[in-house]
């Protein structure tokens, strides 16, 4: 079975990092799009980060900017998000999701991980 694992999210004081990893284990084809979402409490769900692994190209919600760093190792099939400089409003659960393509919308994502909370503190 194929799935996805975060990890590395905690608790932090604002300004502070943390590195998030997403473990894509049994995948025997390397997704065409991974993709970094949060979900605050009363929100809708929303991507953060994603990247196309195979190519290398990335794209960012405006609000992390320059602050985060969405990566993908192919050797050990790990997808990554350095979370910079961070913000009290970065909280929220942080999943990991797969799709054919790096959309927007969060419903054409077809596997998604757990979670892992992130939780900035001012």
């Known amino acids: 079975p194929q799935q996805l694992e975060e990890s590395g999210g905690g608790s932090v004081q604002a300004g502070g990092s943390l590195s998030l990893s997403c473990a894509a284990n049994?995948?025997?084809?390397?997704?065409?799009?991974m993709a970094w979402f949060r979900h605050e409490p009363g929100k809708a769900r929303e991507k953060i980060a994603s990247?196309?692994?195979?190519?290398?190209?990335?794209s960012y919600a405006y609000s992390v900017r320059g602050r985060f760093t969405i990566s993908f190792n192919n050797a050990k099939a790990t997808l990554y998000l350095q979370m910079n400089t961070l913000k009290p409003e970065d909280t929220g659960m942080y999943y990991c999701?797969?799709?054919?393509?790096?959309?927007?919308?969060?419903?054409?994502?077809?596997?998604w991980g757990q979670g892992t909370q992130v939780t900035v503190s001012s």
């Open positions: 999701a797969t799709a054919g393509g790096c959309y927007d919308r969060p419903n054409l994502y077809k596997a």
């Open positions: 049994g995948y025997t084809v390397t997704p065409v799009c």
């Open positions: 990247i196309y692994p195979t190519y290398g190209q990335t």
